[in-house]
């Protein structure tokens, strides 16, 4: 089993920034990707941004450029999220997934084991 537990999340105002985190513990070894995907009221839950442990990234659309999901090192068990220039169309709840199948995808389905959410709030 991996246990995920995300911190971070709050209120920002439109243009600012928040940072996320997210710290993996149990068999971790058995871990090939960790990352973020976020679910708004009424919405589906959307991939955000991911990391392989070869240190591959991959991005949601709505966040290139903005958004940057890093780790110390290819062994850190530590996933972070810097999200700028955020915008209120970024308020959700913030999960951090993790996954030991190695298959291309970016659907949570493939994901094993899930954080329990951090809301992050967009608003003047």
């Known amino acids: 089993q991996v246990q995920l537990v995300e911190s971070g999340g709050g209120l920002v105002q439109p243009g600012g920034s928040l940072r996320l985190s997210c710290a993996a513990s149990?068999?971790?070894?058995?871990?090939?990707?960790m990352g973020w995907y976020r679910q708004a009221p009424g919405k589906q839950r959307e991939l955000v941004a991911t990391?392989?442990?070869?240190?591959?990234?991959?991005y949601g659309d709505s966040v290139k450029g903005r958004f940057a999901i890093s780790r110390i090192n290819t062994k850190s068990t530590t996933v972070y999220l810097q999200m700028n220039s955020l915008k209120p169309q970024d308020s959700a709840v913030y999960y951090c997934?993790?996954?030991?199948?190695?298959?291309?995808?970016?659907?949570?389905?493939?994901?094993?084991?899930w954080g329990q959410g951090t809301q992050v709030t967009i608003s003047s």
């Open positions: 990391i392989t442990s070869g240190g591959r990234t991959n």
């Open positions: 149990g068999r971790i070894r058995s871990i090939y990707v």
């Open positions: 997934a993790a996954r030991s199948s190695t298959i291309i995808t970016t659907t949570p389905n493939a994901y094993d084991y």
